[in-house]
């Protein structure tokens, strides 16, 4: 039987994810569980516990953009990479509330590089005519209905960098605190 191959035009994709992410849990080296709770501003948004004793995102009494705690930023990327790899190539079930957010530094460290894993093996499962598929990813948040999961791809990337940066700033913040 012939191993699947992947894609040509997946492989930048997949390097940069796996970069992107290498270089981020060495950024997190040594975070400690004060670091990943801390508030860097008193409006900054975090997590609280819900009536069952779950970690889930806090909402903020409006929309302006605001500064988030580690613990935030963990939990919703790798929420977000574990929900995406099921509904692309899993049960196409998996919901927020089935996922059970971090509350250490060391727990969140390994949800975000388990969920991104799963991620990763979803993708490298895909045919390259999957990859033009329109709502390949069943993920039913965001646009995954309405665009090819390559598109899905790269806009997951992006988050992976964008939030990972927003850690690090948050870590440069505390230690210059």
Not at 1 to 12: D, Q, V
Not at 29 to 36: A, H, N, P, S, V
Not at 143 to 158: A, S, T
């Amino acid at each position: 039987m012939t191993e699947p191959t992947t894609p040509a035009r997946l492989e930048p994709l997949l390097k940069q994810l796996d970069t992107s992410l290498d270089l981020a849990v060495r950024r997190m080296d040594g975070l400690t569980d004060e670091e990943f709770w801390w508030r860097p501003a008193p409006d900054a948004v975090t997590v609280v516990r819900d009536a069952d004793g779950r970690l889930v995102p806090a909402a903020p009494a409006d929309n302006e953009p605001r500064t988030r705690t580690i613990v935030l930023l963990m939990g919703h990327l790798g929420e977000t990479a574990l929900l995406r790899a099921d509904h692309t190539t899993g049960t196409h079930s998996l919901a927020r509330h089935d996922v059970t957010w971090p509350d250490t530094a060391a727990a969140g460290v390994a949800f975000l590089t388990d969920g991104w894993a799963e991620w990763r093996a979803a993708l490298v499962s895909l045919a390259d005519w999957e990859l033009d598929v329109v709502g390949r990813s069943s993920f039913p948040q965001g646009l995954d209905p309405e665009l090819p999961i390559l598109d899905i791809v790269w806009w997951m990337n992006r988050e992976l960098i964008h939030h990972t940066a927003e850690i690090a700033f948050v870590r440069d913040l505390y230690f210059s605190a």
